[in-house]
């Protein structure tokens, strides 16, 4: 055999031993996450190997102990989602709202400083968490946000603004300028081009930017943890699942209904727009 | 930047028009840009920027959380932090575990990044299925994947140290996320450390995986089809063909995966809680912070953090820095 039939036979072998082996170690972990959450513990701690679930065994009584409130004895998870819900809607719509007209700016204003300020948003990103950590938490204290959903979201949306005015940026360039002259001869102020002319044509744009900064809130755990830890009716899913795995003796198929609860949402939602969500991720990446 | 020159030409002045009134429009588009920009900037001023030169203002007083309410912003200064930072015991191996898991887990994700893209690249059935399943460890909150995690290699009920001993013959189980050290045919293998670089690694391969296929699907098919002609094997194309068009893609990448990891907390906090050799310094300017309340040691901790980065990213940018700066421009 050749060298090149061989290469071509051996790597179109690889690309399906890769593909299969990628599929399980991506998937596999997720399915035994939903497998745990609706087997009992006992049949869990007699047969720790078997990886499927009986018709007999199935039961929902982990989802009932998650989902249940704290009065009741369970573990109050509908009234974190209400947090998480609140506090990544607030980040999405108040992210979109500041860095729409930044973008707006960035892409196509002339303005003092304009390449200070790029170069600004960038680099925030850049920074460490960590070092925000302290000041924030000390500051919070001070101003009474300690403990509030507010004081979170303000910090999603200096964690998400940076990235989103550079997804959006790249995609308002794309949009014609001669449409904008025509809009403004026809009498439209700035404001109302940007409404009216460039968001309608961004829209996907300002879905997938939406959905990134979703995404972000909902799964993000360190500021929840330092801000909200001694705040437990504030807690988000995050935080609340990390707090229940701390406590004491929790069933591991507990924890694990409380995973499902926690990721469900995101997933969902992601792959409802995934399409939309790639695209605005990697759409500076394919010019180099 | 492509920004200036796709600015609308309707702004620009035209030459019949008297200098006041061409001053103005510039005056108003200066104006509206500045406004527009404005909520963010003030955002990220209070946010972030603020609260990063605190720190660095912090590192260098003498404050524990109590003192702050009430005593000045400034004052009370000291080295003190920075020398117990550097005298502390653990500090230099807890940078040097920082140091390999951002190494280990930039390559690996970077890697299996790659080897996904390539998998991937030519069109099969189901395709589409294979790639959303591959996003699903980078979408997912870490609390839940850590979690789980946490359960599939758990000593006593976790199904893979179950397979491993009924399987693989295993003689006991591996306790992956808390043992220091285990031996591997006689080497020392530093095994929570390691497990930490897998997760992180498996977490984070969907992102290099989107940049490298977007990448690789920008790449014009004529160039390869040519090198068919030419009599190359697949092996040539794709180290002398393929390879140098995704240098740029894998260089800004290393970048952005080594900043992210460097400084990451939730993963190490949540797997191991910093024990067993996992011991990285964000985690340790957490611990100062909550468990001691000492914000001038936490701060400290957190500045030299960033300064090891910022050295590092110069020593980097010195030598890689013409690649990353052709992926940007």
């Known amino acids: 055999?050749?060298?090149?039939?061989?290469?071509?036979?051996?790597?179109?072998?690889?690309?399906?031993?890769?593909?299969?082996?990628?599929?399980?170690?991506?998937?596999?972990?997720?399915?035994?996450?939903?497998?745990?959450?609706?087997?009992?513990?006992?049949?869990?701690?007699?047969?720790?190997?078997?990886?499927w679930v009986s018709a007999s065994e199935f039961t929902v009584n982990s989802y009932?102990?998650?989902?249940?409130?704290?009065?009741?004895?369970?573990?109050?998870?509908?009234?974190?989602?209400?947090?998480?819900?609140?506090?990544?809607?607030?980040?999405?719509?108040?992210?979109?709202?500041?860095?729409?007209?930044?973008?707006?700016?960035?892409?196509?204003?002339?303005?003092?400083?304009?390449?200070?300020?790029?170069?600004?948003?960038?680099?925030v990103y850049l920074f460490p968490a960590t070092l925000l950590a302290v000041p924030l938490f000390v500051m919070f204290a001070k101003a009474g946000l300690q403990g509030s959903l507010i004081g979170l979201v303000i910090v999603y949306i200096a964690q998400t603004v940076p990235v989103a005015i550079y997804m959006l940026r790249s995609y308002f360039t794309t949009v014609p300028v001669s449409v904008e002259e025509a809009a403004a001869l026809d009498g439209l102020s700035r404001l109302q081009i940007v409404r009216r002319i460039v968001l309608p044509l961004a829209a996907p744009s300002v879905m997938a930017t939406g959905l990134y900064v979703f995404m972000i809130a909902w799964n993000e755990f360190l500021f929840a943890l330092l801000f909200l830890a001694a705040e437990p009716s504030h807690w988000t899913v995050s935080l609340g699942l990390q707090q229940l795995a701390n406590g004491v003796e929790v069933p591991k198929t507990v924890l694990m209904a409380g995973s499902v609860v926690l990721t469900l949402p995101v997933v969902l939602m992601f792959y409802a727009a995934e399409r939309m969500l790639t695209e605005g991720l990697t759409s500076g990446a394919d010019k180099g | 930047m492509t920004t200036v020159t796709q600015r609308p030409p309707a702004t620009e002045p035209e030459p019949a028009?008297?200098?006041?009134r061409k001053s103005t429009l510039r005056g108003?588009?200066?104006?509206?840009?500045?406004?527009?920009?404005?909520?963010?900037?003030?955002?990220?001023?209070?946010?972030?920027?603020?609260?990063?030169?605190?720190?660095?203002?912090?590192?260098?007083?003498?404050?524990?959380?109590?003192?702050?309410?009430?005593?000045?912003?400034?004052?009370?200064?000291?080295?003190?932090?920075?020398?117990?930072?550097?005298?502390?015991?653990?500090?230099?191996s807890s940078l040097w575990t920082t140091?390999?898991?951002?190494?280990?887990?930039?390559?690996?994700?970077?890697?299996?990044?790659?080897?996904?893209?390539?998998?991937?690249?030519?069109?099969?059935?189901?395709?589409?299925?294979?790639?959303g399943a591959m996003l699903l460890p980078y979408v997912a909150p870490v609390v839940a994947v850590a979690?789980?995690?946490?359960?599939?290699?758990?000593?006593?009920?976790?199904?893979?140290?179950?397979?491993?001993?009924?399987?693989?013959?295993?003689?006991?189980?591996?306790?992956?996320?808390?043992?220091?050290?285990?031996?591997?045919?006689?080497?020392?293998?530093?095994?929570?450390?390691?497990?930490?670089?897998?997760?992180?690694?498996?977490?984070?391969?969907?992102?290099?995986?989107?940049?490298?296929?977007?990448?690789?699907?920008?790449?014009?098919?004529?160039?390869?089809?040519?090198?068919?002609?030419?009599?190359?094997?697949?092996?040539?194309?794709?180290?002398?063909?393929?390879?140098?068009?995704?240098?740029?893609?894998?260089?800004?990448?290393s970048v952005l995966r080594f900043i992210m990891t460097f400084n990451k907390f939730d993963d190490v906090y949540?797997?191991?809680?910093?024990?067993?050799?996992?011991?990285?310094?964000?985690?340790?300017?957490?611990r100062f912070l909550t468990a001691r309340f000492d914000v001038g040691l936490a701060s400290a901790q957190a500045v030299v953090l960033a300064v090891v980065l910022i050295v590092l990213l110069g020593l980097y940018f010195k030598f890689f820095g013409r690649r990353v700066q052709e992926e940007q421009s």
Do not use: C
Request: net charge positive; charged share 15%.
């Open chain 1, 1 to 51: 055999m050749s060298r090149d039939a061989f290469q071509i036979r051996f790597f179109g072998i690889m690309r399906w031993v890769v593909i299969a082996a990628l599929v399980v170690a991506t998937l596999f972990p997720f399915y035994y996450m939903v497998l745990l959450s609706v087997k009992p513990i006992d049949n869990l701690l007699l047969d720790p190997g078997r990886i």
């Open chain 1, 64 to 123: 009932r102990s998650v989902l249940t409130s704290v009065e009741d004895g369970g573990q109050g998870f509908v009234l974190m989602l209400r947090n998480s819900a609140l506090v990544s809607i607030g980040a999405v719509l108040l992210t979109l709202l500041v860095a729409i007209p930044g973008a707006y700016a960035v892409s196509r204003l002339r303005f003092t400083g304009q390449r200070k300020v790029s170069a600004l948003f960038l680099g």
């Open chain 2, 17 to 20: 028009r008297p200098a006041p």
């Open chain 2, 28 to 92: 108003q588009e200066n104006r509206a840009g500045l406004v527009l920009v404005s909520p963010t900037l003030v955002i990220v001023l209070v946010v972030v920027v603020l609260p990063i030169l605190w720190t660095i203002v912090l590192a260098f007083q003498n404050v524990r959380l109590v003192d702050i309410q009430s005593q000045g912003l400034f004052g009370n200064w000291t080295l003190d932090n920075l020398e117990r930072v550097f005298s502390s015991p653990g500090f230099w």
């Open chain 2, 99 to 131: 140091v390999v898991y951002t190494i280990g887990s930039t390559l690996g994700s970077i890697l299996v990044g790659l080897v996904a893209a390539l998998a991937l690249r030519k069109p099969f059935p189901g395709r589409f299925l294979v790639r």
């Open chain 2, 147 to 253: 979690f789980v995690w946490q359960v599939l290699l758990s000593p006593d009920l976790g199904v893979v140290n179950h397979w491993g001993m009924n399987v693989f013959g295993w003689d006991r189980p591996i306790a992956f996320l808390t043992q220091r050290s285990y031996d591997v045919w006689g080497v020392p293998v530093p095994m929570a450390l390691f497990t930490v670089i897998v997760f992180e690694t498996w977490r984070y391969f969907p992102f290099a995986f989107l940049f490298l296929l977007a990448r690789m699907q920008a790449v014009p098919a004529v160039l390869e089809e040519a090198a068919v002609v030419d009599g190359t094997t697949p092996w040539q194309r794709f180290r002398f063909i393929l390879m140098p068009q995704l240098l740029p893609v894998i260089a800004l990448l």
């Open chain 2, 270 to 286: 949540l797997l191991t809680g910093g024990g067993a050799g996992t011991d990285v310094v964000a985690v340790r300017v957490y």
